[in-house]
């Protein structure tokens, strides 16, 4: 079978998500031609708002061929969202255990069944302070060297105005009407690498190849020129709190330096009324 069945539970959340983001959003999609009509295939999105999830299937499942998303584990465990994920097919991805392979064994066995499978390959919102891609993870490359499917890069903003990440409260900011804006390129060229053994150094490079591939796309999007370098958050956190250690052993050594002259400045106790008659006492008794 090369293409999925959109089947009911995909029905019913487009029937339940659709009419809202038509009437509250408006739309600019772009590159639906590079989707491909047929075959397993992946494709590598970005992911700056809790809310881009939605534009991001919205966009894919007016092309035919609806998404399987790799997804925490705990989502499907209760209620209405877990009964709508395993429905539709998602990929639960047990992260830290030793069930975390077990994702990855079911993307590949979806992407050879001829179905597509989305992967935002940051692993999380990014952490870049203009919201640009940041440095991914390594699934989304191992899969693709597994498997050779094509790699479709997608770049979406707009959905992160609405519902700005790590915001201190998730309200959505519906006025003025937003635009969600959703471009696919063209395939990956991993080619140079599918005769390689998938080491932690290729499966690196292949990884900075696909966050490329979706920056591209995103500079599009936005007209603006993308930073030279992905972000790192990594380094950046390690840097903040090596600066926050020198800062406070910067101030630890100001304190010391300074105790002395405070000790030297620091007048003399004042002398009560008892405390005289005592001292004066002993001179007397002293000169006796």
Not at 129 to 150: F, H, S, Y
Not at 165 to 189: H, I, M, N, S, W
Not at 220 to 235: F, I, L, M, N, T
Request: charged fraction near 25%; hydrophobic fraction near 40%; include cysteine.
């Amino acid at each position: 079978m090369s293409r999925r069945r959109i089947g009911f539970w995909y029905r019913l959340a487009a029937v339940i998500c659709k009419p809202p983001l038509l009437v509250l959003f408006k739309r600019d999609w772009q590159g639906m031609e590079h989707i491909p009509a047929d075959g397993g295939f992946i494709t590598a999105v970005n992911h700056n708002s809790y809310l881009d999830p939605l534009s991001y299937a919205h966009y894919q499942y007016n092309t035919g061929r609806v998404p399987r998303f790799l997804a925490k584990a705990g989502l499907f465990k209760s209620g209405f969202v877990g009964l709508m994920m395993r429905g539709t097919g998602q990929i639960p991805v047990y992260r830290e255990t030793t069930d975390a392979a077990t994702a990855f064994r079911a993307a590949v066995s979806a992407i050879e069944k001829g179905e597509c499978v989305a992967f935002y390959p940051e692993g999380t919102l990014t952490r870049d302070p203009e919201l640009w891609p940041m440095q991914g993870k390594t699934g989304a490359a191992r899969v693709a060297l597994l498997t050779k499917a094509p790699v479709i890069p997608v770049a979406q903003w707009g959905a992160n105005d609405a519902m700005p990440p790590y915001a201190k409260e998730k309200k959505l900011r519906l006025l003025p009407r937003k635009t969600l804006r959703v471009q696919a390129g063209p395939p990956v060229d991993l080619s140079a690498f599918h005769d390689q053994e998938p080491t932690a150094e290729v499966l690196r490079a292949v990884t900075e190849v696909i966050m490329a591939a979706i920056t591209e796309q995103l500079a599009v999007v936005r007209g603006e020129p993308a930073p030279a370098e992905p972000y790192d958050w990594r380094k950046a956190i390690a840097r903040e709190r090596r600066t926050a250690r020198e800062a406070a052993k910067t101030a630890r050594g100001a304190a010391a330096a300074n105790a002395p002259a405070e000790r030297a400045a620091a007048p003399e106790p004042a002398v009560g009324p008892q405390q005289a008659r005592s001292t004066q006492q002993a001179q007397e008794d002293e000169s006796k």
